[in-house]
């Protein structure tokens, strides 16, 4: 249920939508867990989406999250390219950060990260410093007010 959940926020920022405040948070919640209905808006090619996740571990928790993901953008009829790095947790910096280089060069729209260590911080805000990609930052559950003149897409986590 929280795979999809997380899904569902990663999707909804993907499609320019926001998370609600108060009440509205359980509407948001059921929409989420509802049936996806896709929006019908056409579009002018498929969303290029990069994602660099610690992924070589023993847990699948970031494999399944890629997979959520993505079977949440097919249920919604968004069609994206998306290229996945999955990589040793702390200790292969040079490998995501080239992920992260090639993602910016290739103009990707969408990059999918997490803070795993700090170094992950200087990387989000070399790409939050130039604008794009939209970055989407998953397992940050609260903003970096150092990052609030020019904050990620999203912020997902519990």
């Known amino acids: 249920m929280a795979r999809r959940w997380i899904a569902g926020l990663v999707v909804g920022a993907v499609l320019g939508l926001s ?56 249920a919604l009829r968004v069609e994206a390219r998306t290229e996945v790095h999955f990589t040793r947790p702390g200790v292969e910096l040079a490998a995501q950060a080239e992920a992260l280089e090639a993602g910016l060069d290739e103009h990707v729209d969408y990059l999918v990260f997490t803070l795993d260590v700090p170094r992950h911080r200087t990387l989000a805000e070399r790409v939050l410093s130039r604008g794009r990609p939209k970055l989407l930052l998953q397992n940050v559950p609260h903003p970096v007010p150092a990052w609030a003149p020019h904050p990620p897409l999203l912020y997902a986590g519990f």
């Open 19 to 74: 998370l609600p405040a108060g009440a509205q948070r359980t509407d948001f919640d059921a929409r989420v867990h509802a049936t996806p209905t896709p929006t019908g808006a056409p579009q002018a090619r498929p969303a290029r989406v990069v994602v660099v996740y610690p992924g070589v571990q023993s847990s699948d928790y970031w494999r399944r999250s890629v997979r959520a993901f993505e079977a949440r953008l097919r």
